[in-house]
């Protein structure tokens, strides 16, 4: 199979380590056990060298190509991604708990059609593993110009504060770059759950009471990693040094033709969203 722009699958995964191609080979069967074990235990599985290393270089020259055009994020937000105050709430109540994020956003729009991102993305046998290992009947590609695949950048001094994923089961990343320092991918997993917000840990996590809770996970690069994102508390600590950190985002949805909210786009990718449209 053919990339959107000539790139083969192949070229981009490491077959011989993730057997994913062939939904009828054992060894695939064996790796998404493994993984949906993982990530049901711990809330998160991580492929290391998932992406082969001149599709990981590729892609990077890509995002360091399109990083003038990039949206920069800097917001002070709380754990909901939420920015202003609740007055009939504590002032530690975790709504009211707001920390500062920064960092910067490539559409998918912005780099080229045999990007080796895209291709990973739109690849059926991507989408189909990722809804084997989260358990989902089918997956979708998203249907937005702009949010079905993009990367994401910190440079130094960009962090991501604590969060939940509002409205997403499951999210999907790849490690294009990892910085010199700083830029660990933190985790507290099912910190919250649907019946309990759980806002008294969420107060002490928040508020550095819990140190022994948070789980750092390994990134290298190439490493595709899948965690829930809606109900474990997760963050990325402050980029140190002049390499950026690259992180590739492929969005997945259980239904068709999902596209994005106009204004949500526009804060996300930047003011040429609105213009655009």
């Known amino acids: ?7 083969r699958p192949e070229d981009v995964v490491d077959l011989a380590a993730y057997p994913i191609a062939d939904p009828d080979d054992p060894a695939r069967a064996a790796l998404v056990e493994r993984l949906r074990a993982e990530l ?22 890509e995002a360091t190509a399109a990083r003038p055009l990039a949206h920069h994020i800097r ?5 909901y991604l939420q920015r202003s105050l609740d007055p009939a709430l504590p002032e530690d109540h975790p709504r009211n708990l707001l920390f500062d994020t920064s960092s910067r956003m ?12 895209k291709t990973l993305y739109h690849w059926a046998a991507t989408r189909q ?13 998203n249907a937005d110009p702009y949010q079905p695949a993009n990367m994401l950048c910190f440079q130094d001094g960009d962090s991501s504060s604590w969060h939940f994923d509002s409205g997403n089961a499951f999210t999907v990343t790849v490690m294009l770059q990892a910085p ?6 933190e985790l507290v997993p099912n910190a919250r759950s649907e019946s309990d917000p759980n806002h008294d840990y969420l107060r002490a996590v ?16 190439g490493s595709l990693c899948i965690f829930r994102g809606c109900n474990s508390l997760h963050r990325v600590s402050p980029v ?32 040429r969203v609105a213009l655009a449209g």
């Open 1 to 7: 199979m053919i990339g959107p722009g000539g790139l």
């Open 40 to 61: 049901e235990r711990d809330q998160v599985c991580v492929l290391p060298g998932f992406m082969r290393r001149g599709a990981r270089e590729r892609a990077v020259a």
């Open 75 to 79: 917001d002070r937000r709380n754990c």
């Open 106 to 117: 490539i559409a998918y729009d912005l780099f080229p059609s045999d990007s080796p991102l």
């Open 129 to 141: 593993v990722v809804a084997d290992i989260v358990g989902a009947e089918a997956l979708y590609d």
């Open 180 to 185: 010199e320092a700083g830029g660990a991918f």
């Open 206 to 221: 928040l508020l550095g009471e819990r140190p022994q809770d948070i789980v750092e996970v390994a990134r290298e690069a």
């Open 240 to 271: 140190r040094g002049d390499t950026l950190r690259i992180m590739g985002v492929l969005v997945y949805e259980t239904e068709p033709g999902v596209v994005g909210d106009p204004e949500v786009n526009e804060t996300v990718y930047g003011p």
